[in-house]
Structures are given as C-alpha cells and as structure tokens.
C-alpha cells in the first residue's frame, strides 16, 4: 500500500505545473491525502522496526509533514507539499519498493 501511494502521488502530478498545482483544489486534495495515508502507514514501524525506519530518508520529516497535514490544514504551504511530490515521493517511492519489493 504504502509503495502504491506514492506511485499515486506521481500520476496526480504528472504533466502538471505547480500552478496547476495551486489552481486545482481536487489535484491539492488528492496529493495531501496520499500524503497523510503515507505518513501515518510509516509512523507504524517507528516503534517495532527501527532498522527499517533507519534506511529511509528523512523518515520523520515525512510523518511531520503528514501531522502538519493532518492537524495545520489551515496553515498547508502549498509550495512544501509541492515540492515534496516533485523531490521527496520519488525517492520515497524507490526506498519502499526496494524495502518492501513492491512496484
């Protein structure tokens, strides 16, 4: 699930501009709630698999970013979401898929 979320996250940004981005409220919608899903699939091993936790890149950034989501949507910087589905996912993506042999 949690490799099938982020391969989501890329095919709603796909040939899509950050203003797009902005402009589009059910495309917003969309990537924060791949997002939080993410988040909150991942902050699961932090307590039992700590030796997985430790080969992800910016582990707790990304469940931080899924509590700003979850508990400061007013205050969501559409730019950080943006650029997180654009960096931050891909390289998430292929982390997990080596992880959890999921693609």
Not at 23 to 39: D, F, K, P, Y
Not at 88 to 100: A, F, G, H, N, Y
Request: proline share 3%; aromatic share 6%; glycine share 4%.
């Amino acid at each position: 699930m949690r490799c099938s979320r982020a391969t989501r996250i890329g095919q709603f940004v796909a040939d899509k501009t950050k203003s797009d981005y902005v402009a589009e409220l059910l495309l917003r919608s969309a990537v924060e709630r791949q997002m939080e899903i993410i988040g909150e699939a991942l902050s699961q091993p932090a307590r039992t698999e700590p030796d997985v936790v430790a080969q992800i890149l910016d582990f707790w950034h990304i469940v931080g970013t899924r509590n700003r989501l979850i508990h400061g949507y007013d205050n969501v910087d559409n730019d950080v979401v943006w650029d997180s589905a654009q960096k931050d996912v891909p390289s998430l993506r292929r982390t997990l898929e080596s992880l959890l042999e999921c693609s």
